[in-house]
Structures are given as C-alpha cells and as structure tokens.
C-alpha cells in the first residue's frame, strides 16, 4: 500500500485517477481548494483534505506532503488571467516540488501536456502561451530536483470510454481519453522505468503497463 497525495484532488482526471488507487489498495488523500468537492472525492473512497495550493508556502506545503510515498500533481488554475495560471501552473507547482524535498517525499508525478517543451512553437501573444510557458517551468523544475519524478504528458483530452491503451510516440493531437490518462498515472507510480522520463503520450494501440515498462535511461534527462 502507497500513501498518495493528489494536488488538484476535484479535477476530471483527478475523480477517475482516485479510484483506481483507492480500488489496488493505495491511501489516498485528495487535495481540494473547495469544500463543496469533498462529497465528490469521498465518493471515490479517497480522502479529501481542503487546502488552496495557491495560497500555501514552502512550509505549509511541506506539512501537507508529509507523510506520504508519492504526490501526483494535477492541479491548474484552468486558463482565466495569465497571472492565475503562472500563480497555479508555475509558482504553485514548484513550490509543491520543493516542500516535497523538504518533507522526504521520495517520488513526484507531473501531469503536464504534450507541448510542454523548449520548441513548444506557441507565440508569446497567443492567450495561450502563459499556460505554455509555466508548465515548461514547472517541467524544468521538477528535472533539476533530487526527486524520483516523472512528467506524464498526454495529447489533447477527451471524455471517451477507456481503451487501456496509449502510443507514446504521438503524431498530430494526440487525442487521449482522461481515463486513460488516470490509468496511465495509476500505473507509472508502480512502473520503476519511468522514474526520470518525460513520457509524451496519446491513444494508441499498445496497453498502458506495457507501453510504460519501455526500457528507457532511469537518470534525469536534459531540459526537454
């Protein structure tokens, strides 16, 4: 049995993601800025802890963390200000990887998006680049930390049914259910291969466990 924290504990990934941990066995503890969502996680057997994220420093986050064997990040401000979405997607999220090294939580799970690289191509006066450029920040960060830490990025979400199955050479928009993104989490926290790996993702044709278990280098990568 892990002790897993899910930072962004109410999102769509993040309601399908609870079960299946909850469901092998896991301790799951969901973290909600909102208290009329704690109904909805309980629902899915996890524990719902009320926290704003973005309000918290180092300190308090580490007094969150504490305790547990892995903290899933799958929080984001949702678009709205750029200033929200750097305060959430960016500054949030690295403050949530160092209050992780502070309280010895070993491992460290990212839910970033296929573009989130050097090369991303999105103009700096796209509404969307904000988002763009946190999240590669955050990335970034979390590659330069002692942490056993994964960034899992998948294509464009969708609401689809569950295949199980993912291709993690994606061409176009990677169109991947959020189901399958939750499974694809579930599995890397028990999968030791993709400890340092960014791992870019969509649908395709080959089952989770297996398309995870490529045999790839362990070691921290270079800024990607």
Not at 78 to 99: F, K, L, W
Not at 169 to 195: C, F, M, Y
Request: charged share 25%; glycine share 8%.
């Amino acid at each position: 049995m892990a002790r897993i924290l899910i930072l962004g504990g109410h999102g769509k990934v993040a309601l399908l993601l609870e079960p299946l941990l909850v469901d092998r066995g896991d301790d799951v503890t969901a973290v909600v800025r909102n208290p009329d969502h704690v109904p909805d996680v309980e629902a899915t057997g996890a524990t719902a802890r009320v926290a704003d994220v973005e309000q918290l420093d180092v300190v308090a986050l580490a007094d969150l963390v504490r305790g547990h064997d892995a903290v899933v990040w799958s929080a984001g401000a949702g678009g709205g200000s750029p200033e929200r979405t750097y305060a959430v997607d960016r500054d949030a999220a690295i403050r949530s990887m160092d209050a992780a090294v502070r309280a010895g939580v070993p491992r460290y799970v990212m839910v970033s998006w296929i573009g989130s690289s050097s090369d991303h191509g999105i103009d700096p006066d796209d509404a969307f680049f904000p988002y763009a450029d946190a999240k590669l920040a955050a990335d970034n960060h979390l590659r330069d930390t002692p942490l056993r830490w994964t960034v899992l990025a998948p294509g464009a979400l969708t609401l689809d049914p569950p295949t199980g199955r993912i291709t993690t050479s994606p061409k176009g928009d990677a169109a991947v259910p959020r189901a399958d993104v939750a499974a694809v989490i579930a599995q890397s926290l028990l999968e030791e291969t993709t400890i340092g790996r960014t791992i870019r993702f969509g649908g395709g044709d080959t089952p989770i466990a297996r398309a995870l278990a490529d045999e790839r280098p362990r070691h921290p990568q270079p800024h990607a």
